[in-house]
C-alpha cells in the first residue's frame, strides 16, 4: 500500500464498518486522507505515513479510543486538544519516532483512565502542560521518555498524585535538567530509571527508601559538575530498599570510589557498575551474599580483581573494556557458584589465575575472552588449556573451542591440550 493516497469512504449516510473497533495503518507514506465514520474504534495504529491528516481525519468524531499508537508520522507537530478531550477512555498513549513532534494539549490531564504514557526518538518533543485544578494522571502505570532532546524539564506537579505509578524511564534526553520526583507519593514503583542524561543535576538527595517496592534502579551518567559526594547522597537509606533486586549505574571516570551503600545491599541480585575509575573492587563485596550477577564495564582504571570476599551465589561475571586489567587473582575460586566468565576488551589482561584456583570453579560452564589480546596468545601456545579443560564452552576471539575428554575441537579439528 505504499502508493496509496487516498482512501475513500462509504457513501454519504452510510457508516463504515460500524462494528470496527481495532485498526492499523502502515507504511503508506504517501497517504493524505482517509474516512472518519470509525464511531467505535478502541484501537488505533497508525505507521510510517508521512501527513498527520489522516491521523486527524481517524480522530475527529471518535470517542470511545482506549488505545492510540503513532510511529513515523513525519508531519505530526502536535495532538489537537479535542483529540484527548474526546476519549476520556484512553488508557495507552504512543508517540515514537515524529521528529517535528513538539507537545502534548492540555487535555492531557482529563485522561483520568490513561495507563500507558510513552515518548520515544521524538527530537524536538520539549513540553508538557502545566496541570490545573484538580486533574491529575492519577491512573498512570508507565512513563516512558526516550530520544526527546528538546525536552528540559516536567512540569513540577505533572507527577503528583501518580500513586499508581510503577514503571518510569527517562533516557537519553540530552537537555533534560530536572525531573521533580515525589517519591512520597509514588508507593508503587518498582522500575526507576533516569540514564544517559548528559545535562541532568537535578538530583533527588535520599529519598530512595521511601520507595518500599522499587526492585530495579537504573542511574547515571550525571554531568561532569555533579560531585562525588552529591552523587553519593542520593543512595542514603538505600539499604532499607528490601526489595531492589537489579541496580545499574553509571558513574564518570575520575570518581575513584562507588558509593558506599551499595556494599550494604544483602538481597541485591544484579549490579552493573560503569565508568567509575576504580582500581579494585570495593572491599565489602561478601556482603552482598544474594548477589548472582555481576558486570563491570569500562572502568578505565581497574588494575586488580580480588575476589576474597566469598559471595555464595555469584553465577555470572562480566568484565568489559577495562584496558589496565593485568591479572585475575587466586581469590576467582572463592566464587564456588560460578558458572558463566565473560572478558571483553581487557588489553592488557595476560594470565587467568592459577591452576588450583581455576580447578575450584567447579560449576564453570561458560568462558568468553574477546579483545583481550595477550591473554588469547597465552591460549594459542596452548600454555592455560589445563587451568580451563574441565569448562564445556570455551570462545577466544569470537571463535568457539568445546573441551571434551582432554581434547579440543577449533574449526572442526582435534587437537591435544597441554
Not at 498524585?161 to 540530552?174: Q, T
Not at 525531573?179 to 540514564?195: A, I, K, R, T
Not at 567509575?276 to 548477589?291: C, Q, T
Request: proline letters at 5%; a negative charge.
Amino acid at each position: 500500500m505504499s502508493s496509496l493516497i487516498e482512501w475513500k469512504g462509504d457513501e454519504i449516510g452510510v457508516r463504515l464498518f460500524p462494528e470496527l473497533e481495532k485498526l492499523s495503518i502502515s507504511n503508506c507514506p504517501l497517504l493524505k486522507s482517509t474516512p472518519s465514520q470509525f464511531e467505535i474504534l478502541h484501537k488505533l495504529s497508525i505507521e510510517g505515513v508521512d501527513s498527520e491528516m489522516p491521523l486527524l481525519n481517524l480522530c475527529s468524531n471518535l470517542t470511545s479510543l482506549v488505545k492510540l499508537s503513532i510511529y513515523g508520522v513525519k508531519e505530526l507537530t502536535c495532538l489537537p486538544d479535542e483529540m484527548l478531550r474526546n476519549n476520556v477512555s484512553l488508557q495507552n498513549l504512543t508517540v515514537s519516532g515524529c521528529r517535528e513532534f513538539r507537545n502534548l494539549p492540555q487535555s492531557l490531564y482529563n485522561l483520568h483512565s490513561l495507563r500507558s504514557l510513552q515518548i520515544h526518538f521524538c527530537p524536538n518533543f520539549s513540553s508538557f502542560p502545566i496541570p490545573s485544578g484538580e486533574n491529575y494522571l492519577t491512573s498512570l502505570q508507565t512513563l516512558e521518555l526516550w530520544d526527546c532532546d528538546g525536552l528540559a524539564s516536567l512540569p513540577s506537579g505533572m507527577l503528583e498524585h501518580c500513586r499508581s505509578l510503577g514503571f518510569l524511564m527517562v533516557s537519553c534526553c540530552n537537555n533534560l535538567v530536572s525531573l521533580p520526583l515525589h517519591v512520597w507519593e509514588m508507593p508503587s514503583l518498582f522500575y526507576l530509571g533516569l540514564s544517559d542524561c548528559p545535562k541532568f543535576i537535578s538530583i533527588p538527595a535520599g529519598g530512595l527508601h521511601r520507595l518500599t517496592r522499587l526492585r530495579v534502579l537504573e542511574i547515571g551518567p550525571f554531568p561532569e559538575i555533579v560531585d562525588f559526594e552529591a552523587f553519593q547522597l542520593i543512595f542514603n537509606g538505600i539499604q532499607q530498599l528490601l526489595s531492589l533486586r537489579n541496580l545499574a549505574v553509571t558513574g564518570l571516570g575520575h570518581w575513584n570510589s562507588v558509593p558506599y551503600q551499595f556494599m550494604q545491599l544483602s538481597s541485591l541480585i544484579h549490579i552493573h557498575i560503569c565508568d567509575f575509575g576504580i582500581e579494585a573492587l570495593p572491599h565489602r563485596l561478601d556482603n552482598l551474599i544474594s548477589l548472582e550477577t555481576l558486570h563491570l564495564v569500562r572502568c578505565k582504571q581497574l588494575q586488580h580483581l580480588d575476589f576474597s570476599d566469598a559471595m555464595p551465589k555469584l553465577r555470572f561475571v562480566d568484565i568489559r573494556d577495562c584496558p589496565l586489567l593485568e591479572a585475575l587473582s587466586d581469590g576467582l575460586g572463592n566464587l564456588v557458584s560460578l558458572e558463566e566468565l565473560y572478558l571483553h576488551d581487557c588489553e592488557k589482561l595476560e594470565h587467568l589465575p592459577s591452576r588450583n584456583a581455576m580447578r575450584h570453579l567447579t560449576k564453570l560452564q561458560s568462558l568468553k575472552i574477546k579483545g583481550c589480546p595477550k591473554l588469547e596468545e597465552s591460549f594459542t601456545n596452548y600454555s592455560q588449556w589445563s587451568k580451563i579443560s574441565h569448562i564445556s564452552n570455551i570462545e577466544l576471539g569470537g571463535r568457539r573451542r568445546t573441551t571434551v575428554a582432554g581434547s579440543k575441537r577449533l574449526c572442526g579439528k582435534s587437537s591435544q591440550i597441554v
